[in-house]
Antibody, heavy 122, light 107 residues
Framework: EVQLLESGGGLVQPGGSLRLSCAAS????????MSWVRQAPGKGLEWVSG????????YYADSVKGRFTISRDNSKNTLYLQMNSLRAEDTAVFHC???????????????WGQGALVTVSS | DIQMTQSPSSLSASVGDRVTITCRAS??????LNWYQQKPGKAPKLLIY???SLQSGVPSRYSGSGSGTDFTLTISSLQPEDFATYFC?????????FGQGTRVEIK
């Protein structure tokens, strides 16, 4: 059974940093692209970042480029999102999501974690 | 960035109704269009990928069609468990983008 379990969310002050983790199980982690998708309270879905299976290529939304870094450790089956210079508008539930063999293409996100709440507030 | 526009933003329907939601991309995304269902407090669930392929385990009353810029999600006979919010998503290029969502409510 595929499982994705996020951790690392919490309350942080504006300008602060936080690192999210997503522990994956039930599939060959290194064979699939992974993404982070966030949802602000009461709002829609926003793709944040994606990474290829090998970790060699990364992609970001303009809203987080230069502040967030996605990475993965295939030996630990774990996806990460390092978030720096956090702003109030980054407040959201962050989901990790399993994609296809590439970051883009005719694939959807077939498995999602339940999400980690990140609150940026003073 | 490719903009995704869903319509309607909300609709009211009865059990047994046929429901259609549309999604339009600001430029061609070929068939790289996915549909999700989300219920309050839950993660989204993939229903349709590649515009018209039914995800494993999803009831056959769900179907998708379209290519290029115009896409449709159809629920042939609405069931009580289908009341939720539906999102389209283009996975043709990064940044991947979602539609704003369509809330399906009970009439």
């Amino acid at each position: 059974e595929v499982q994705l379990l996020e951790s690392g969310g919490g309350l942080v002050q504006p300008g602060g940093s936080l690192r999210l983790s997503c522990a994956a199980s039930g599939f060959t982690f290194s064979s699939y692209a992974m993404s982070w998708v966030r949802q602000a309270p009461g709002k829609g879905l926003e793709w944040v970042s994606g990474i290829t299976g090998s970790g060699g290529n990364t992609y970001y939304a303009d809203s987080v480029k230069g502040r967030f870094t996605i990475s993965r450790d295939n030996s630990k089956n774990t996806l990460y999102l390092q978030m720096n210079s956090l702003r109030a508008e980054d407040t959201a539930v962050f989901h990790c999501a399993k994609g296809g063999p590439t970051v883009f293409g005719a694939f959807g996100f077939d498995y999602w974690g339940q999400g980690a709440l990140v609150t940026v507030s003073s | 960035d490719i903009q995704m526009t869903q319509s309607p933003s909300s609709l009211s329907a009865s059990v047994g109704d046929r429901v259609t939601i549309t999604c339009r991309a600001s430029r061609s995304i070929r068939s790289s269009l996915n549909w999700y269902q989300q219920k309050p407090g839950k993660a989204p669930k993939l229903l349709i990928y590649a515009a018209s392929s039914l995800q494993s385990g999803v009831p056959s009353r769900y179907s998708g069609s379209g290519s290029g810029t115009d896409f449709t999600l159809t629920i042939s006979s609405l069931q009580p468990e289908d009341f939720a919010t539906y999102f389209c998503q283009q996975s043709y290029s990064t940044p991947q983008t979602f539609g704003q969502g369509t809330r399906v409510e009970i009439k």
